[in-house]
């Protein structure tokens, strides 16, 4: 099985609420251009499988949030970034899901 991650790699992911009023804001201020929004993707945390994984793999507890996904020697990796979009917090490696299993998270230092 694919992992459902691997759609995201070298996507900027924003986790958004439907009731955040800055989720919006930032939707709006985002740049217009077509080239940049096809690389950037709303993952809404009360509808997408995804975003409530991320939620919980990082205790995200303010919306909206930005993260993006990378793949190295294999491994699928999900990063936190800063507000700014300057520098990584964190990263966590998303396991590949086996037949009839969950797929899950690993924090990685």
Do not use: W
């Not at 699928?76 to 990584?88: P, S, Y």
């Amino acid at each position: 099985m694919s992992n459902p991650f691997l759609k995201y790699k070298d996507k900027l992911l924003v986790v958004i609420h439907p009731s955040c009023p800055h989720c919006e804001d930032l939707k709006r201020r985002m740049p217009q251009d077509e080239e940049f929004r096809k690389n950037v993707v709303f993952l809404d945390v009360t509808k997408d499988e995804e975003a409530q994984l991320i939620a919980d793999a990082f205790d995200v507890r303010e919306v909206p949030s930005l993260f993006f996904v990378t793949e190295e020697e294999g491994k699928v990796k999900v990063c936190r970034l800063d507000d700014k979009m300057e520098k990584i917090e964190e990263c966590v490696e998303v396991e590949r899901a086996e037949e009839g299993q969950e797929g899950g998270t690993e924090k990685q230092a």
